[in-house]
């Protein structure tokens, strides 16, 4: 193991995410691991140097105090007990400061005194880290991962490609509502540069029927994410011997879905849903990263900047941006438009600094005039808007010259389309996405 690894146990407190990237700043690997870990677990999660014990006001569960196992103690490692009520240790503060300076103080003298840490943290030893707990987990067997092109997944797939080469089967859906050039992207970076075993599934046709004449957003996303199951079920079942389904799940996924000391905020799940008789062992290697360790990981594994650095797209993708009963004319409209609209935003030096920008057709039309004769044709909707976590957001400002270029491409250049619209409403009351 390259790296040193400082594990804190969430025993209630709502600054393990904060705590743990604090160590990684002082350049110490740290993992955050539920309460009740065993000592066999803690010893494999890599080097560890020491313990930190990070209570709080969640620490009561089911009327009970929760606490480690008794196990932990008797390791002989460093422990430094946080608002916890453990008698078993000297190492013992009320509470983490507010401010970092003063938090960093303390984990200074514990990593570096007490624990003898090394401040060894960074992407490369983290990966060559992943890679050999990975081979340690999977052995000689089989790994099964949906491919979907987002960072997460593809960041997933890339190093699974350098820990287990052909152990892993790569399953990318094409459900039909993907952005222009993204299927071609992913085949052409996995299956074609990093060599993978890639099940490329167009099922397009298939999500289309399934969802036409479906105008209630909710009901398209129900659709979109029962068929996906049943197609990527399908192709798992159609291969053989496969122990391990790798996910995408990062750090900021388990915080969401609710850890053993704090509720859910969503339900989140990436292939969640596969039928009981599918049962596989997870490998799930970016579980401890927050999001930008992820991106630093992507480029440390040669993926294009233009996927690491993808702006946040739906999993119902197009298709809760075709507004309404999704028809084939507007979602083209809607591929085409958003396509010209990304093109220019990166000519105009914009990716990369507003947040997500995209477009939608809603299903109406307005009147217009093309070629000296009335016409009747759909119009499009350019959003574009920044934001820090999704929750709120605020309307990107966006230059005119910029803007009056995109609206005359997309009028020249998209069918059906005769009138462009840029929406200026934040969030809330609007949400980022239309549906
Ligand atoms: P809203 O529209 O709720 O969007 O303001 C907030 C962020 O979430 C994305 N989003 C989704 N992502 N499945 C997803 O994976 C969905 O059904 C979904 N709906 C919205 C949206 O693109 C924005 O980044």
Redesign the pocket.
Known sequence: MKQDTIVILDLGSHESARIARLIRKLGVYSEIHPHDITAEQLKNSGNVKGIILNGGENRIVDGAAVDVREELYGLGLPILSVDHPSARTENRIAGWPESDLEAETILRGFLFKDCAAEPNWNTKNFLADQIELIRRQVGDRKVLLALSGGVDSSVVAALLIKAIGDQLTCVHVNHGLLRKGEPEQVVEVFRNQLGANLVYVDASERFLNKLAGVADPEQK?KIIGAEFIRVFEEEARKLEGIDFLAQGTIYPDIIESGTKTAKAVKAHHNVGGLPDDLKFELVEPLKQLFKDEVRACGLELGLPESMVYRQ?????GLG?RCLGAITRDRLEAVRESDAILREEFQAAGLEGKVW?Y?TAVPDFKSVGVRDNARCFEYPVIIRAVN?VD??T?EVALIDWPILQKITARILKEVKGVNRVCFDLSP?PP??????
């Open positions: 996303r946040p797209f739906p999993g119902p809760v997500q995209f934001t999704a929750m957001a969030k609007a949400t980022i996405e239309w549906e």
